[in-house]
């Protein structure tokens, strides 16, 4: 069963930059689109960015030019380049397929202070 370990957040001021890192363990190949999903308190999870198998992204107007997302099939790790970081943007991060699986990961806490 694959699992999802996320990582990279932390807390940083508003215009920083963060990495975000996941790691996919479990046999199991990269065939698959990944995303990057976030969830602020009291709101519901969102998708940030989303990568193809082929490696074609889109993101939501919330984040498109601040937010990169990435993947190395070989390391089986994704990624999401965070920059121009806002007060907004603060959430816990999370990556999962496309459409998800059931089993999330722990996520990473991305703080952006004002």
């Known amino acids: 069963q694959v699992q999802f370990v996320e990582s990279g957040g932390g807390l940083v001021h508003t215009g920083g930059s963060l990495r975000l890192s996941c790691s996919l363990s479990?046999?199991?190949?990269?065939?698959?689109?990944m995303v990057w999903y976030r969830q602020a308190p009291g709101k519901r999870r969102e998708l940030v960015a989303r990568i193809t198998t082929g490696g074609i992204t889109n993101y939501p107007d919330s984040v498109e030019g601040r937010f990169v997302i990435s993947r190395d099939n070989a390391k089986k790790t994704v990624y999401l380049q965070m920059n121009s970081l806002k007060p907004e943007d603060t959430a816990v991060y999370y990556c999962n397929k496309n459409p998800p699986l059931p089993n999330w990961g722990p996520g990473t806490q991305v703080t952006v202070s004002s």
């Open positions: 479990g046999s199991i190949s990269m065939l698959f689109t």
